[in-house]
Nanobody, 123 residues
Framework: QVQLVESGGGLVQAGGSLRLSCAASGRTFSRYHMGWFRQAPGKEREFVAR????????GYADSVKGRFTIARDNAKNTAYLQMNSLKPEDTAVYYC????????????????WGQGTQVTVSS
């Protein structure tokens, strides 16, 4: 069983930056591939970024490539999502999750979701 707690969301102007954190419980965090997803009102939850267990492999949605960076610190049991050059269309609740299927970008391949953190980007 893994518990995930996201933090770092907030209100920011377009062009600004935020860093989201995902703190995980348990001793096996370093074994897990992790992902970030987001869900805007009235829309499906969508893939944002993923990272392998050791950080050696990352992947991004086209909509955030070049602006967002996923990282992890296994010593701190924490994953991060650095978001730069934010746009109003990035407004959503952001979730981290543990990948049951490594390297997947499909939400159905992820378990142990956090409660989410709200990101609002004003124009």
């Amino acid at each position: 069983q893994v518990q995930l707690v996201e933090s770092g969301g907030g209100l920011v102007q377009a062009g600004g930056s935020l860093r989201l954190s995902c703190a995980a419980s348990g001793r096996t965090f370093s074994r897990y591939h992790m992902g970030w997803f987001r869900q805007a009102p009235g829309k499906e939850r969508e893939f944002v970024a993923r990272i392998s267990w050791n950080g050696g492999s990352t992947g991004y949605a086209d909509s955030v490539k070049g602006r967002f960076t996923i990282a992890r610190d296994n010593a701190k049991n924490t994953a991060y999502l650095q978001m730069n050059s934010l746009k109003p269309e990035d407004t959503a609740v952001y979730y981290c999750a543990v990948a049951r299927v490594p390297y997947s970008t499909r939400k159905d391949d992820y378990d142990y979701w956090g409660q989410g953190t709200q990101v609002t980007v004003s124009s």
